[in-house]
């Protein structure tokens, strides 16, 4: 009962969210220039991830911070406006102003998601509900959540 009291909460706290997302996220795409001059992507439109080893020290943090910004706060509380307010915080410490346009940013997301110990059900709701309707998103976050899994289950058979 309680992860459907989480979820319906969640829901509404990102329909409400969600028209300054996409609004903000609208003109941040419309400025290619901005997401191509970035120090922490070379392109926001690569499909392509990029491996672990060609990431810069910078972009190592950035995502890391993220990753385990997001486990730390799913742990402790399911406030999404919160989540949102403290995770631009954290994007900002890293230079960061446009972190909805950044899929390294969903992909920390998602790898926060999966350290954060859910079950499969609830990371993929929270995944849902993040993304807003926004499928690059979803598919930032799945990306994260799967590499983390792999990478947990290296470090439980090492």
């Known amino acids: 009962m309680r992860t459907i009291q989480i979820l319906g909460l969640m829901m509404v706290s990102l329909w409400v969210a969600g028209c300054s997302i996409s609004v903000s996220v609208g003109a941040s795409l419309e400025g290619s220039s901005a997401s191509i001059s970035s120090p922490f992507e070379s392109s926001s439109a690569s499909s392509t991830p990029a491996k672990p080893e060609d990431k810069t020290a910078e972009q190592q943090a950035y995502l890391r911070d993220i990753r385990d910004f997001t486990a ?8 999404l406006d919160e ?73 439980v058979s090492s």
């Open 72 to 79: 730390a706060q799913l742990k402790r509380s399911d406030d």
């Open 83 to 155: 989540f949102r307010k403290q995770l631009s915080k954290v994007a900002k410490k890293h230079g960061v102003t446009d972190w909805e346009a950044r899929a390294s940013t969903w992909v920390g997301i998602g790898e926060g998601i999966e350290t954060a110990g859910m079950p499969t059900t609830q990371a993929q709701a929270t995944i849902d509900m993040l993304a807003n309707g926004h499928a690059d998103w979803a598919s930032a976050m799945r990306r994260g959540y799967s590499s983390a899994q792999v990478a947990a289950g290296a470090k």
